[in-house]
């Protein structure tokens, strides 16, 4: 092997060499960079969600839209829990994502007032955190835009009013679950205050009757039945309810009392007992603001993992309510009634 | 006494457990020490998490407001009482704490909490004794009025009990520090309940009081024509249990930061059930704190091993009722209600055809 053919090899192996060692420092330092632009960025993510309660359809559509995404995404592992509407449960719940090692935590908890707590545990352990519906402090918001929901169902039942009522009802109904506090209270504010501000000739004060529901059909059922015979047999009557379920009770008790054609009721949430109702011939239920449960997950997860990743994400995600009826009910939930959309 | 008699008496001295309990409540102790372990065992081999310092930590905290209600629920059902508004008490409690923060202010709101938890006591005692209404329905009545209460003095929200303002920032540091204080890195509402446990054991063992509640359990007649004071150490082992409800609700308060009206919800249950669990007779008489402790514990450990699985929420429940019924089965076998003569027949039967 002559001398030049040698060096010809050395100088191509040094080259190769300085090559390789430049690509790997620069890989290296890309990962470096990577890592220290997003130190929360990983293949796979575990992502610890408690849930309000398992008690209601609600909260079960969220949940299982959580569990259907997470599977779909492939890179998420849930972690699951049950906040069973209780602030001290929360609290151990978060207490048990961080000694699991979740890397985010989704919270739908039942008061504002326990998020102070929750968050700091969450903090302490560098753990970001989502609230469902319930804002906490430094958490992202996830949820309803209850006042907004609430203007929806008002207008539809003013704009029903003045069509069919020549623009007048004479009495109002508002079932309501005072206890809950602010957020749902804005649900009905924003119900009574578009059904008056966009009817005709708004109810008189004195026959808007505020009846605590206690968020159950049967409550409901009870106070509104107690509550009729304060109204004119003849009168024409508006209800705003918290829920389907309500609605579903004050239907129930004003049909009972011989009232039914008299009346017309506008609910929140538009869950599968509901829209059954509505979709009656002459129903009484005239809709409900949808809040679509079952996507939450899909709208939710994949923005967790832009936090993780390091991409910008809003402090408040608000989901995208519609006005359910038997119009439009076929467009958003097709399956749940073939024979009602073939038509 | 003679020396000679003395020294037979020190030489036949109990040692270790039988020194606080009787020899058939010794058995139950170890069965329930038992089954501790296996279920630690199970839960340990499914979740490398659930031994781990920062879970144990956890699941002891979560049993604090149980523990601490459980110690004096003990006492009173030995003395066959019973008190089911133990956990509206509590939330009645921590609403008045939540409520006093910006009238008289936060350590005398804790103070008005602990009377007024013990005042509902009183009137549960002075109720059932005096009164001679069933402890079912009187507490059961009770349970309503208190649960109102908290309501009505919270207009139906929850309390931040939290220095919103900035101005008494080490008033509410101390009072969160009742939750997250640690001594020897073991959290201030571990050593209380341990502490009440504790004193739970004297009083039930060492004092007069303590022995009577068994005597009253078992027999109450016999017990006022022997001279006990029976309506009173009722009334005191009712004022315990509203009052126990208090200094739990003190704790609740401080570690949520919140005072909430619907605080501990059901926690009565659970409470009853550890205790039942922990060899404690629904009919009165027998009963012992190792057990209590044991039956937290047991409940502790299957609820938190069982979120560490992600188990769902009904199966927790089932899990939980399975427990209670358990519980209940072992004591009405112990109570003689239960004929165990065919289980002996078919050992009988199987040990013939072995032979």
Partial sequence: ?343 | MTTMESTAAAGSRPTGLRRFLRASEVQEVLALVIMLALIVLVMASNSNLFLSPRNIINLLMDSTTVGMIAVFTTMLMISRGLDLSVASTAAMCGVIIGTSQSTIGLWPGVMLALIAGALVGLINGFLVTFVGINPLITTLGMLSITRGLAFVFADGLTIPVFDLSGEHQATYTAFTQLAEGRLFDIPYPILVMSGLFILGIVLLRYTTYGRAMYVIGDNEDASFLAGLPVRRYRMIAYTLSGLSAAVAAVFLTSRLYAADPRAAPNIELTVITAVVLGGTSLAGGQGNLFGTLLGVLILSSLLNGLKLQSVSTELQNIAQGLVLLLAVGIDQVRQGKIDLGLWRLFRRQARASTQ
């Fill in chain 1, 1 to 343: 092997m002559n001398t030049r053919r040698l060096s010809a090899i050395a100088l191509g192996t040094v080259v190769f060499a300085l090559v390789v060692t430049m690509a790997l420092r620069g890989s290296a330092v890309r990962v470096l960079a990577q890592d220290s632009a997003c130190p929360t960025a990983k293949d796979s993510y575990t992502i610890g969600f408690a849930n309000l309660t398992e008690d209601i359809v609600f909260t079960q559509l969220v949940r299982e839209g959580m569990v259907a995404t997470a599977e779909e995404m492939g890179n998420v592992n849930l972690v699951l829990a049950d906040n069973r509407l209780d602030g001290a449960t929360a609290l151990a719940n978060t207490e048990n994502f961080i000694t699991q090692g979740v890397d985010a935590i989704i919270h739908f908890q039942t008061d504002e007032a326990f998020g102070n707590v929750i968050m700091a545990r969450a903090r302490a352990a560098g753990i970001p955190v989502f609230a469902i519906d319930i804002p906490m402090p430094g958490a992202t918001f996830f949820g309803a835009d209850n006042y907004y929901a609430g203007q929806l169902a008002g207008e539809a039942l003013a704009a029903w009013v003045n069509e069919n009522w020549d623009g007048q009802a004479d009495a109002m109904l508002v079932l309501e679950l005072p206890q809950s506090g602010p957020i749902p209270a804005a649900r009905m504010q924003g119900m009574e205050e578009a059904f008056q501000n966009n009817v005709e000739t708004p109810v008189a004060d004195d026959m808007v009757f505020h009846l605590d529901s206690k968020n159950t059909q049967e409550e409901a059922f009870r106070v509104v039945s107690d509550t009729l015979p304060a109204i004119d047999e003849d009168a024409k009557i508006v209800a705003v309810t918290i829920n389907d379920g309500t609605a579903l009770g004050t239907i129930a008790a004003v049909e009972a009392a011989g009232r039914g054609d008299n009346l017309m009721v506008v609910g929140q949430n538009a869950d599968p007992s509901g829209q059954e109702e509505m979709i009656k011939e002459n129903s009484r239920y005239l809709g409900a603001t949808g809040y679509f449960p079952e996507n939450y997950g899909a709208q939710l997860l994949p923005r967790v993992i832009d936090v993780l990743e390091c991409r910008p994400v809003p402090p408040s995600i608000y989901v995208e309510h519609v006005f359910i009826s038997a119009d439009n009910v076929c467009d958003y939930y097709p399956d749940n009634w073939p024979d009602f959309c073939s038509q």
